[in-house]
């Protein structure tokens, strides 16, 4: 406590504050003290020069009764006069003498020669000066001989007594004149005081103030141009030395600061970059496994650039086999290739259900909801764990991959399906037809074998024989177009672009006939084995229309119905349909319905009254609810 309160007093002795206000209030003490004396010497000094002129004039006024004394009144009138005169000119020396500023400046005055000078001068006017006159004044009818004997008694002592009252002005004369110089020596005191004070102030200021800011300007000027180097030099327990010590330290904390910063920014720098090559890579993953089949060499260059992003020695993509659940197959870095030596692979140390894995081993599983399609193996180093953003990349990297996997098992099951749908409709439609069309003729052949066994006449073997060829132009007929049927395909990327090109198809081939396309579904996704599907049906009723209508019109729509059913419609102006348009040995109309089957839905025939076609006509309706709001 002694210690800081010490410092406090130190600290406030050493104050520049303090330290030009004490110059200021000496210099503003002196300015005082010099007005207070020249007012007490203005004071002092008030009446001197009137009790001088007082004294002058006393002089005068004793060679004036020295004048009427000399006069010689010849008659009674001029001595009364000169009485009167001579009174007059008593009482206003007296008055002068005992009631001006003379007696004043006696009685007040500290010299002694004043007040022996005034002595002097009131006793020989009492004691010498006042006898001689008194007779005169008194007696109005004074003989000439003492009017002249008292001039010659005044003559002889009016010199000294005129003496007496220079010396008492000498005195008063020389009082006022030592006050003066005591003046003139104290304001020039005053003056010398306050120019070392104003010195003292202009020295301290320049040392403690001026070179200090300038300092503390010309590091400000370096701290805005990012120079936190620059230190003051002023040390002081002052203010300024306070302010200056106070910038060093803020200009240290800055520098630190802005390393610290730095150092930040180019930590995030870092992360940043990282961060766009984890994302250049998760997109060129992505991409990479969308182009096309997922085989090893896009599998071995994702594990490659993985290891090489991540810095992990060790990373191996372990899948499954589809001869064998507990089978894989290893994918490793083209840096890292190494056969597997392990013959069972349920004892693979690798594996995510393993409990006994070693510090740093990590697997990942590639799998979904339903399969597994193997694992990620991870191997970092034993005192290290993978950092968060390892982590993440690892885990986007196994869900991508288990993505793309499910999405290729998904569709190359659904391939299969369709192939195997496919198949199964290419088999019936050749047993509905071709089959039943050869056993119509196998039938025929061994009739008309049985009649020329039986030597039947020619009428009958000839009606075999057009039975025979009939079947064989139907067996043909139906055969073409079951290879237009197969030989479709869907290169379209949508369905309203390949049912354009249908019905821009049939427009070109048929000069007489004017083929249109009224689509109204918008943007509406069907499957792949829907639009396959509908395309064939709608390809069956426009040849339907083309061939047996002999139409001018024909016009494919496409619309939305209730209950998030859609509607295809082919509409003709043509002849009409019959009531019952299935025929002997014409499988169109069949195999149409059973693609209507497929999809679930509904396949109608009618006429088109009504349906934006005039001159009557068949309108073939196919009805049905897409897979995807079922």
């Known amino acids: 406590m002694a210690t800081s309160l010490a410092g406090k007093k130190l600290r406030?002795?050493?104050?520049?504050?303090?330290?030009?206000?004490?110059?200021?209030?000496?210099?503003?003490?002196?300015?005082?003290?010099?007005?207070?004396?020249?007012?007490?010497?203005?004071?002092?000094?008030?009446?001197?020069?009137?009790?001088?002129?007082?004294?002058?004039?006393?002089?005068?006024?004793?060679?004036?009764?020295?004048?009427?004394?000399?006069?010689?009144?010849?008659?009674?009138?001029?001595?009364?006069?000169?009485?009167?005169?001579?009174?007059?000119?008593?009482?206003?020396?007296?008055?002068?003498?005992?009631?001006?500023?003379?007696?004043?400046?006696?009685?007040?005055?500290?010299?002694?020669?004043?007040?022996?000078?005034?002595?002097?001068?009131?006793?020989?006017?009492?004691?010498?000066?006042?006898?001689?006159?008194?007779?005169?004044?008194?007696?109005?009818?004074?003989?000439?001989?003492?009017?002249?004997?008292?001039?010659?008694?005044?003559?002889?002592?009016?010199?000294?007594?005129?003496?007496?009252?220079?010396?008492?002005?000498?005195?008063?004369?020389?009082?006022?004149?030592?006050?003066?110089?005591?003046?003139?020596?104290?304001?020039?005191?005053?003056?010398?005081?306050?120019?070392?004070?104003?010195?003292?102030?202009?020295?301290?200021?320049?040392?403690?103030?001026?070179?200090?800011?300038?300092?503390?300007?010309?590091?400000?000027?370096?701290?805005?141009?990012?120079?936190?180097?620059?230190?003051?030099?002023?040390?002081?327990?002052?203010?300024?030395?306070?302010?200056?010590?106070?910038?060093?330290?803020?200009?240290?904390?800055?520098?630190?600061?802005?390393?610290?910063?730095?150092?930040?920014?180019?930590?995030?720098?870092?992360?940043?970059?990282q961060s766009n090559q984890m994302l250049d890579f998760l997109y060129s993953t992505a991409q990479r496994l969308s182009e096309g089949d997922i085989d090893r060499q896009t599998l071995t260059e994702t594990v490659t650039e993985l290891k090489k992003l991540t810095g992990i020695p060790q990373l191996s993509l372990c899948l499954t086999n589809e001869a064998s659940k507990d089978q894989f197959d290893l994918i490793s870095p083209t840096d890292d290739q190494y056969p597997c030596h392990l013959d069972n692979c349920i004892s693979c140390f690798m594996r995510p259900d393993k409990k006994n894995m070693a510090q740093g081993e990590i697997s990942f599983p590639i799998e979904d909801a339903n399969d597994s399609f193997g694992f990620l193996y991870i191997k970092s180093d034993k005192n290290r764990a993978l950092e968060p953003w390892q982590q993440r990349l690892i885990e986007a990297v196994v869900e991508h991959l288990s993505f793309a996997m499910a999405l290729q098992y998904r569709e190359g099951l659904s391939r299969r399906l369709m192939l195997f749908e496919e198949r199964s409709i290419i088999a019936r439609e050749l047993h509905d037809s071709l089959a039943q069309s050869l056993s119509y003729m196998k039938m025929q052949v061994a009739r008309i074998s049985k009649l020329f066994d039986r030597d039947a006449p020619e009428e009958k073997v000839r009606e075999g024989l057009d039975d025979l060829q009939q079947g064989l132009d139907a067996a043909y007929k139906h055969l073409r177009e079951l290879l237009t049927t197969f030989r479709l395909k869907l290169d379209a990327p949508t369905l309203y672009l390949a049912l354009k090109a249908t019905t821009d198809e049939f427009d070109r081939m048929n000069e007489n006939i004017e083929v249109a396309l009224d689509y109204k579904l918008g943007h509406f996704q069907l499957s792949p084995n829907e639009d396959i599907h509908i395309l064939q049906i709608i390809r069956e009723a426009i040849t339907n229309a083309v061939k047996h209508a002999q139409a001018s019109r024909i016009q494919l729509q496409c619309k939305h119905g209730d209950n998030n059913k859609v509607i295809f419609k082919v509409v003709d102006n043509g002849i009409g349909i019959a009531d019952n348009p299935y025929k002997d040995h014409h499988y169109g109309l069949s195999t149409m319905q059973e693609r209507a089957d497929w999809v679930n839905g509904e396949l109608d025939f009618g006429p088109s009254s009504g349906e934006g076609i005039t001159g009557g006509g068949t309108t073939v309706a196919l009805t049905f609810v897409p897979e995807a709001f079922r």
């Open 12 to 273: 406030f002795s050493q104050s520049i504050a303090i330290q030009v206000l004490i110059p200021m209030v000496v210099i503003g003490l002196l300015a005082l003290a010099s007005m207070v004396v020249s007012l007490l010497v203005t004071l002092n000094t008030q009446h001197d020069a009137e009790a001088i002129n007082i004294a002058g004039s006393m002089r005068m006024q004793s060679y004036r009764i020295a004048v009427l004394l000399q006069q010689s009144p010849s008659s009674d009138e001029e001595r009364k006069v000169m009485a009167k005169n001579l009174s007059r000119e008593y009482q206003l020396f007296s008055n002068k003498l005992y009631q001006s500023s003379i007696s004043r400046a006696a009685e007040k005055s500290r010299r002694k020669s004043i007040k022996d000078n005034y002595s002097r001068v009131v006793e020989n006017w009492e004691s010498t000066i006042t006898p001689i006159l008194s007779p005169l004044m008194t007696s109005q009818r004074a003989s000439i001989e003492q009017i002249t004997t008292a001039n010659k008694l005044y003559l002889t002592l009016v010199g000294r007594h005129v003496e007496d009252i220079d010396s008492l002005v000498l005195s008063i004369q020389k009082n006022t004149e030592e006050k003066i110089e005591l003046l003139g020596i104290y304001e020039g005191l005053s003056i010398f005081l306050s120019f070392l004070a104003l010195l003292f102030i202009v020295m301290r200021a320049d040392q403690n103030l001026v070179k200090p800011l300038k300092d503390l300007v010309r590091a400000a000027e370096h701290t805005s141009i990012g120079d936190f180097s620059y230190r003051t030099y002023y040390e002081a327990v002052n203010e300024i030395g306070l302010l200056c010590s106070t910038f060093n330290d803020m200009s240290a904390n800055l520098a630190r600061h802005y390393r610290k910063l730095e150092d930040l920014v180019d930590e995030k720098t870092v992360q940043l970059q």
